[in-house]
């Protein structure tokens, strides 16, 4: 069953829960003058996905398509979006067009760099690249900025159907996927790197109230915490480990 919420004024949160693995896939929808989709969902989702976009708008008017980084979850179905929406175009980094996305889709992508603002009518969307941060060398977020609300991917991975919206602790939820990695179907799920906390604490820095995740509940609250307790337990966990 897929399921929607409105997580912040004209966001939505489309969810898919997979009994098999115990996880969401979920993807998110603004409703604007330039509609914008983020995620797109694995291509066998699509029908789903498509469908649960048709309660909100017509599929066809989607405008922009992202995600943040090359991978079947986050971008597997964007053809398939790029056919039934004629004026929608993908929105990557720069590397991400040059090493994956222009070779994969049917259209060119726009390539936005980094704090670049994409205007989709009454909001805007900043885009931060963040390189590793969830994982992937072409990674980048999108940041909206009126109402602070933060597509932060695979950061604060939940497993479980869990409740769409939560003000509880998301870091030990996602803890038990980092610190149990060797029993996850994801091993080695989030590296750390030289760059992890100086992109995380920049993320912290636009003090997002919202966090919309891509496997698990969004979190409604004080997002500048929530990312610096991320960025501690990651070290603790990831680092520090041996």
């Known amino acids: 069953m897929t399921n929607i919420t409105e997580i912040a004024p004209d966001i939505y949160r489309i969810s898919t829960y997979d009994s098999k693995i115990d996880m969401q896939f979920i993807q998110f929808l603004v409703k604007d003058e330039e509609p914008l989709l983020f995620h797109t969902g694995l291509k066998g989702m699509f029908p789903l996905v498509r469908d649960a976009v048709a309660n909100i708008i017509n599929p066809s008017e989607i405008r922009w398509i992202s995600f943040s980084h090359f991978e079947a979850d986050e971008c597997g179905s964007l053809n398939e979006w790029l056919a039934i929406a004629p004026n929608a175009q993908t929105v990557c980094s720069p590397l991400a067009a040059f090493v994956s996305v222009d070779d994969f889709a049917i259209r060119p992508s726009k390539i936005m760099q980094q704090a670049e603002v994409l205007n989709t009518g009454k909001y805007s969307f900043q885009f931060h ?11 980048g977020l999108f940041f909206e900025t009126t109402h602070k609300t933060l597509f932060c991917s695979d950061l604060f991975h939940q497993f479980g159907d869990v409740e769409p919206t939560t003000e509880s602790d ?62 501690v337990m990651l070290r603790q966990v990831l680092l520090l480990k041996e």
């Open 129 to 139: 690249h963040t390189p590793q941060v969830p994982h992937g060398w072409d990674a």
């Open 170 to 231: 998301v870091i030990e939820r996602f803890r038990e996927t980092i610190v149990n990695y060797e029993a996850s179907p994801f091993p080695n799920y989030i590296p750390y790197t030289t760059h992890t906390d100086r992109i995380l604490q920049e993320l912290a820095a636009l003090q997002p109230r919202t966090l919309a995740t891509m496997h698990g509940s969004t979190f409604v609250g004080n997002g500048e915490r929530a990312l610096q307790d991320l960025a």
